[in-house]
């Protein structure tokens, strides 16, 4: 059975930085891309960063472009999400997720995490 | 950049209702585009990919149409569990979501 568990979250000032983590398990991690995807409270789906199965490319949304840095451990089978200069902005449930492509460049997210709470709040 | 834009962003409906949610494109993404199911406090489901493929498992009162930049989602025969709030997403390149459509009871 395909499991993605986030940890991490929590309370962290503005201005802050935190570590979000990602335990997979059910699959082969390093053979799958994996993205970060948050939601404000209340609010829609964000994309958040992406880092491809050998972890050698990334990309990030333009609104953390800088502050975060997404990164993965296929030894340890753990996807990374390290944000810093945090804002109230960035306050949301952060969610791992699988990506699974077809046609050679269409993906959907077929897993996904419970998500882990960020809360930026002085 | 693109632009996904959700219609309605909320729709009021019965069991047993025919429900259509229509996701529109800024421009043409062929058939990469996907839809999910939310429902409070859990991560969203997957339902569709590549516009009209049914994920494994997902019941088959759920459909989606489209492509290039308009798509649907039908609901054939709402049901009780299907109250929920639904994002479509483009999935090429840049991974991009509608702003969402929530379905309520009427």
């Known amino acids: 059975e395909v499991q993605l568990v986030e940890s991490g979250g929590g309370l962290v000032q503005p201005g802050g930085s935190l570590r979000l983590s990602c335990a997979a398990s059910?699959?082969?991690?390093?053979?799958?891309?994996m993205h970060w995807v948050r939601q404000a409270p209340g609010k829609g789906l964000e994309y958040v960063s992406a880092?491809?199965?050998?972890?050698?490319?990334?990309y990030y949304a333009n609104s953390v472009k800088g502050r975060f840095t997404i990164s993965r451990d296929n030894s340890k089978n753990t996807l990374y999400l390290q944000m810093g200069s945090l804002r109230a902005e960035d306050m949301a449930v952060y969610y791992c997720?699988?990506?699974?492509?077809?046609?050679?460049?269409?993906?959907?997210?077929?897993?996904w995490g419970q998500g882990t709470l960020v809360t930026v709040s002085s | 950049d693109i632009q996904m834009t959700q219609s309605p962003s909320s729709v009021s409906a019965s069991v047993g209702d025919r429900v259509t949610i229509t996701c529109r494109a800024s421009?043409?993404?062929?058939?990469?585009l996907a839809w999910y199911q939310q429902k409070p406090g859990k991560a969203p489901k997957l339902l569709i990919y590549?516009?009209?493929s049914l994920q494994s498992g997902v019941p088959s009162r759920f459909s989606g149409s489209g492509s290039g930049t308009d798509f649907t989602l039908t609901i054939s025969s709402l049901q009780p569990e299907d109250f929920a709030t639904y994002y479509c997403?483009?999935?090429?390149?840049?991974?991009?979501f509608g702003g969402g459509t929530k379905v309520e009871i009427k």
């Open positions: 997720a699988r990506v699974n492509y077809y046609d050679s460049s269409g993906y959907y997210y077929e897993y």
């Open positions: 059910g699959f082969t991690f390093s053979s799958y891309a």
């Open positions: 880092i491809s199965s050998n972890g050698g490319s990334t």
């Open positions: 421009q043409g993404i062929s058939s990469w």
């Open positions: 590549a516009a009209s």
């Open positions: 997403q483009q999935a090429n390149s840049f991974p991009l």
